[in-house]
Structures are given as C-alpha cells and as structure tokens.
C-alpha cells in the first residue's frame, strides 16, 4: 500500500514541476482566471496549476522572487510578542500532543501572528535544521508579499485550511516540502493566526489535514472556553455501525447520502464533483445530476455546509473516524483503539468507503501491533476476531499467569479454524 502511494506522490511531483517551469519563471503568462483543478483528480497532469495555487502566483509573483532561499525575518521581539499573545496558553495545554507529532511523526509545527510571522515553532532535530535553512523558525514571514504561496500564506488569504505540495509553492526552495495549514479565530471569529504542520514530500498524507483541523479546532475550543466548533450538534457515528444525530436526535438518511458525508469528513480537502462521483459510484453509469441532488439533500438534512466547486464541508462535521485519524496522528493508541467499534461503514462497497475502510484498519492495526501493551491487543481483538497477528501478539505480552490468556487462546484458536 506504501509504494502505490510512493509512486502516486512521485507522479504528482513531476505534474506540479512541469506546471511551476512553464508558469512562474515567466509570470505575464500566468492564467488570469486558471482552470480549476485538483491535485488528486485523474487530470493532475493538466497544464494548468490548481485555481487557488495559481491565483497566489500571480499575487505574490510581484514581490518575491522564486529564487529566493530563505524567508526574512521580522525586526522586533519576537519572543515578547509570543508571551503577549492569545494563543500561547491554548498551544502550551497541547504541547504534549504537538511534540508527539513533531518528534514522532516527523513534522515541523508552527503557529503565526495574523501577518504570518512564525511566533512559534517545535521540531525534531533533523526537521528543525531543514526548517531554520528556509527560515521556518519564529521570527520568519510567510506571508505572500514575503515568502509566496505557501499553506500558510493561502490560509491567511483565503480564512481557509490549505494544504500546498511540492512545486506548488512559488519559491523553488519549498519543492521538497509539503504543508498543512488552517486559520485560528477568536469567539468573535476575527483570524488570530494560522496553525502549520509541514514535511518533506514524501511523507504526505491526508491524515496530516484531519491533524491539523482537530488541533485548530482544540485551539479555538480553549479559546473560547468551551466545545470545538463543529457544526451544529451533529455527530456521525460510521465505525462499526451507521448513524447520525443532530441535537442529540436521531437522523434518518439514507445510505449512501451518509456514505458521502462520511468520505466529505475524512477528506477535509474536499472532492472535486468528478472524483466523488468515482469514489461514490465508481465505474457505474450514472449522470452528475444525481450526485448534485444527493449532496443537496445531504445539505438540507445536517444544517451542515458544503461548497459546490469543490465539495468540502466548510465547517467541520463531529465524527468518531476523524477522531481516531487525529488520535493516530498524535501516538495516542489508547484514544484510537476506544473509538474503533469495527470497520468503517460495514456492508459497504462504495469504492471510496472500501479504500478508507483499508487505511484505517493498516492504521490501527499498526499502531497496535507496535504498542507493547496486552489490553491494546484485547480490545482491539474482540473487533477483529479473525485476525490471527492480533491474538498472537496478545499472547506474546500477556504474563503467563494472566487469566486473559484464555480469552486470546480461544480467539486466536477460533481464528486459525475458520
């Protein structure tokens, strides 16, 4: 499953440094009104750059050079300013959650000002030293009149999370990086700052997204002293069973409307309207009206938000797989093994679903197997009673005397004859 990815990043590299070499270097050729499209379309290898990515290009092509190898640094204390600052306390309560990814995970994670000035930054040392070379550390300026187009930057523009691969960043120095970024806002909703995590290339990942959106959302939730802003008392329950409530109220919808609201909170970057049509009916002859009529119900039934030229909830919708992807994404087995209540929308064979259900079935099975805690295995084993690896590894960390050893003997059992 690694290499087809490996090989989907690689491809989608080369695309976006073909689209960078015939667009940035002469910037009056750049498209006024760029097509819109999506990285992870079947057309990622279009001529012309996603609409937002090249928007930022012309924007920011007039002050800052693609040459550029280091992003300035603001005169000032920064370090004052950072102590002054609202969003310090939230972002100490959740150090502990962003060192695990920043050390654990291989990421660098920042957090700037309303300007785009990094006001603060953790890092494992190797990333720490890739980030300090490109000027990645407190004091930078990632603005687009400094630094370009960047996750950072398109947030700060657009009041958007953004994610920005390779060479859809404007400075060349930015190509081996990839980032993912979403605004933070008060309770008034005025935008504080942005909330970054960012990588080399080659480890991009749509759990990085649903990291990011979950720390912001804990951010503003501290901020405001009260529950993360999701949209309005919904709750989507799609491990091991199927429901939805909002107010606390049970929801009657349809299955596939709930099969596309699950794939729209796993991918908080959205699906462009032909790459949800294949991830939700596949191979199947079936016209676009059908999906506008479906994800037009779906607005009506949740209260929730959903943009048209790219199908994204625009406010995040409470789910119990999203939590365990940000639970994944933080080292917290324990809170991801919890939430796992079994697979992902059961019964299903929506082509979208079946690929979410696989990863997240790698991701915690993973986690499991390389935790060395006995009741991770247990609970993890009564959701996946053919799972041989699973009972084995329980036996191996049970002591002899334990008296679960009889319960992961007989799965484990139960699991070879079948």
């Known amino acids: 499953m690694r290499s087809g990815q490996d090989s989907a990043?690689?491809?989608?590299r080369a695309a976006l440094e073909r689209q960078w070499a015939r667009w940035v270097p002469s910037p009056r050729e750049l498209p006024a009104t760029p097509a819109v499209c999506s990285l992870?379309?079947?057309?990622?290898?279009?001529?012309?750059?996603?609409?937002?990515?090249?928007?930022?290009?012309?924007?920011?092509?007039?002050?800052?050079?693609?040459?550029?190898?280091?992003?300035?640094?603001v005169a000032g204390d920064v370090a004052s300013k950072w102590a002054d600052s609202p969003l310090r306390g939230p972002i100490a309560e959740l150090s502990d959650q962003l060192h695990s990814i920043t050390h654990d995970a291989g990421f660098v994670a920042a957090v700037t000002d309303e300007a785009g000035t990094i006001l603060w930054s953790d890092g494992g040392q190797v990333m720490r030293r890739r980030a300090e070379r490109v000027g990645f550390t407190p004091g930078g300026r990632?603005?687009?009149?400094?630094?370009?187009?960047?996750?950072?930057?398109?947030?700060?523009?657009?009041?958007?999370?953004?994610?920005?691969?390779?060479?859809?960043?404007?400075?060349?120095?930015l190509h081996g990086w990839v980032c993912y970024c979403a605004p933070i806002r008060d309770a008034g909703g005025r935008q504080l700052g942005v909330l970054d995590l960012s990588t080399t290339w080659d480890r991009s990942h749509p759990l990085a997204m649903s990291t990011v959106l979950s720390l912001t959302a804990a951010v503003e939730a501290k901020l405001q002293g009260g529950v993360a802003n999701t949209a309005a008392g919904v709750r989507l329950e799609c491990l091991g069973a199927a429901g939805l409530t909002r107010g606390g109220r049970p929801l009657r919808l349809r299955r596939r409307l709930l099969e596309i609201l699950t794939l729209l909170a796993l991918?908080?970057?959205?699906?462009?309207?032909?790459?949800?049509?294949l991830a939700v009916y596949g191979?199947?002859?079936?016209?676009?009206?059908?999906?506008?009529?479906?994800v037009s119900h779906l607005r009506r039934a949740t209260g929730g938000d959903i943009s048209n030229r790219v199908y994204r909830l625009t406010t995040p919708v409470s789910c119990d797989a999203t939590d365990m992807l940000a639970a994944l994404a933080t080292g917290d087995t324990a809170?991801?093994?919890?939430?796992?209540?079994?697979p992902l929308l059961p019964g299903s064979q929506t082509p979208g679903i079946v690929e979410w259900r696989e990863h997240l079935e790698v991701g915690i099975r993973t986690a499991v197997l390389s935790?060395?805690?006995?009741?991770?295995?247990?609970?993890?084993g009564a959701k996946a009673p053919g799972d041989i690896e699973i009972h084995e590894h329980a036996l191996r960390l049970l002591p002899a005397r334990d008296a679960r050893r009889a319960v992961a003997a007989a799965r484990l059992h139960s699991a070879l004859r079948s």
């Open 9 to 12: 990043l690689l491809r989608r």
């Open 40 to 73: 992870d379309a079947p057309d990622a290898d279009a001529a012309q750059p996603r609409a937002d990515v090249a928007q930022s290009w012309v924007r920011s092509r007039a002050f800052v050079d693609p040459a550029t190898d280091c992003a300035p640094a």
């Open 142 to 173: 990632w603005d687009e009149n400094h630094m370009g187009t960047n996750a950072l930057s398109l947030a700060l523009h657009t009041g958007r999370p953004s994610s920005v691969f390779s060479a859809e960043h404007l400075v060349e120095a």
């Open 267 to 277: 991918e908080p970057d959205g699906y462009t309207p032909e790459r949800l049509q």
């Open 283 to 294: 191979d199947r002859p079936t016209g676009s009206s059908t999906l506008k009529a479906d």
């Open 335 to 342: 809170t991801a093994v919890r939430l796992y209540r079994g």
């Open 371 to 380: 935790a060395g805690e006995a009741e991770y295995a247990l609970d993890y």
